[in-house]
């Protein structure tokens, strides 16, 4: 009879999971081991793995499905086998999610081409209505001193009906003693027909054209996932329900970056298999705040309710930047390892984390969590805590600037912001400043990592 096989629940808080992929085709033959399907939980992109023999009769759920856990996946049978109904509750497609979003597109097109009719009316309107004002422009007018102007009295009439102003004539008249007789108005009148024209070029010339307004771009929603939705809830939860407080300090990395230099100019000659490799600003900066953490046990803490719990293992987490958000996989027992391993294992997780392969137990457990956003130019913040963590250090970019010495003068020097949000229920100010001292000093006597 053939076996319906459910969602499993393949981490400690997934609820639901999102086809990735499907591995294995409908008719394919499987057996028991067999990984059949990439599914995305709320931490990572996992493979789901089967422990029945026979076909793949049905994939009841498809790419981008999100299917609950414990609702059916697929069924597996024998060929020939008939095909079980599916029970349960349906998947969710998460194409469906998203077709809110194709509906409202349509919407903003109409707006975008209406205000591009209404300026291009007027634009066409205006250059026809200037030409008529033109003649009036030039009607008679008596001279500014008041003198009196020459002229015939049918010179006149005719200045009148024609609209030339007799004292632009007044130097001109032809008639006795200077006087404006009526062939001077009609050769005025008749003079000023290409004058008259003259002004609508630069009127034309000098109007703007009409601004085109921009199209307006269309609303896209797009459908949350499973780890940007865990994330969601997570950081709200840390910013709500724990009391954050914030310290900052500024630290001289010129000697880590002296010490940096030193070391990389022999490790990254040689090949990976003795050990070559080449240290990040990052690898010492976790090595720093691992050693502080073993002055500073209070910092290496939890809040449990009824109790702190002060852990015995150093298991450093640290953010990684991924297509849906961020995840924090933890280097485990880190007290225990050299700034080499260090550096060789946030490399290993980093590259899992970017290809969704971490595995849960990678990213639970943690003990403190380090954030750097200095690669991206920020020069100083403060990040949210991790619970069940009591405090997360946030590191900044290197900025090259004046700085006074031990002398008293100013020379150039390297300075980066390190920043500590903190948990009041377990950390007190003074608690939290011992630590920032201690990562302070470290960073600033860099040999003491390599002890």
Request: hydrophobic share 40%; net charge neutral; aromatic share 2%.
């Amino acid at each position: 009879m053939a076996e319906i096989i459910e969602m499993p629940k393949l981490s400690d808080t997934m609820s639901i999971g999102t086809v990735v992929q499907w591995l294995k085709k409908e008719g394919d033959a499987v057996s028991s081991g067999d990984m059949i399907a990439e599914i995305e939980t709320d931490k990572a992109t996992m493979e789901m793995e089967v422990f029945s023999d026979g076909i793949l009769l049905k994939q009841y759920a498809k790419a981008g499905d999100q299917v609950t856990v414990g609702d059916p996946i697929c069924a597996i049978g024998q060929k020939g086998e008939a095909i079980p109904e599916a029970g349960g509750k349906s998947s969710t497609p998460a194409a469906a999610k998203a077709e809110p979003a194709k509906k409202a597109d349509p919407k903003p097109e109409p707006k975008a081409e209406t205000p591009a009719a209404k300026p291009s009316a007027p634009a066409e309107s205006k250059p026809a209505d200037k030409p008529e004002p033109a003649r009036p422009a030039t009607a008679p007018a008596p001279t500014d001193s008041g003198e009196r102007i020459k002229a015939s009295p049918l010179a006149k009439i005719l200045a009148s009906e024609h609209g030339v102003d007799l004292a632009s004539l007044k130097d001109s008249g032809s008639g006795p003693g200077g006087r404006i007789v009526k062939q001077d108005v009609l050769a005025a009148a008749q003079a000023p027909a290409k004058p008259a024209r003259a002004p609508e070029a630069p009127a034309k010339s000098a109007a703007p054209a009409p601004a085109q307004p921009a199209p307006k771009l269309a609303d896209v929603d797009i459908p949350v996932s499973n780890m940007r939705a865990v994330i969601a809830s997570r950081l709200l939860e840390s910013k709500t329900q724990i009391p954050h407080f914030y310290l900052d300090t500024e630290v001289d990395m010129q000697p880590l970056l002296a010490l940096r230099e030193s070391v990389n100019a022999g490790l990254s000659k040689l090949p990976p298999e003795q050990g070559g490799i080449k240290l990040s600003v990052n690898d010492f900066i976790l090595k720093a705040a691992i050693e502080a953490l073993r002055r500073v046990p209070a910092a290496n803490a939890s809040w449990m309710g009824s109790s702190i719990r002060r852990h015995g293992d150093i298991n450093l987490a640290f953010a990684v930047a991924v297509e849906d958000g961020l995840v924090t996989p933890t280097i485990k027992q880190a007290h225990n390892k050299t700034l080499r391993q260090i550096a060789f294992e946030a490399r290993d997780l980093i590259s899992k984390a970017q290809s969704k392969k971490l595995k849960p137990d990678e990213m639970s457990g943690s003990t403190f969590t380090v954030t750097n956003l200095g690669m991206y130019g920020i020069h100083s913040f403060f990040g949210i805590i991790n619970p069940p963590n009591a405090a997360i250090l946030s590191v900044g970019a290197t900025v090259r600037k004046p700085v006074v010495d031990a002398k008293g003068q100013i020379v150039p020097g390297d300075r980066m912001h390190i920043g500590l949000s903190c948990d009041h229920r377990v950390i007190d100010g003074a608690v939290g400043a011992q630590l920032m001292a201690a990562i302070k000093e470290v960073i600033e006597n860099p040999a003491l990592m390599l002890v």
